[in-house]
């Protein structure tokens, strides 16, 4: 079994900051906002993205599965009572010269064998799609 640790810790009124390993990552914790950082359903948002991204490097070379750019997008609806993301969807758009059939392979691989997509699938309604980017 794996097991990940990261610390936080509050700096000001405006920001906190997480770290792991080398890394540095301010969070958005103050009241008002801080459009300099991720608030926590951005950071929900952006972990699943980095989820998508490192599964498709992953599983990419097993498939032998050729590409040149990735990008993805997510949205996220947050209920306000009681306060939980309700549902999140997602497209991956990626420049590849792979036929449709290679993309949903693709996509079947990323909803299969992702470890924050199989997390969130069980508490949010969770949606995506696959397609090309010109």
Known sequence: MLSYQVKAKWVDHHHSEASCKQAKL???SDLRGNSEAFNPAELLLASLAACILKNIERVAPILNF???AIEIEITGERQDSPPKMQKIDYTV???TEEIDKRL?????????YGTI???LKTSTELSGRIEKLQ
């Open 117 to 119: 997509y199989n997390t």
């Open 26 to 28: 301010t969070i958005d």
């Open 93 to 95: 758009r990626i420049k």
């Open 104 to 112: 949903a392979l693709l996509h079947t691989n990323i909803e299969k």
């Open 66 to 68: 050729k590409f040149e």
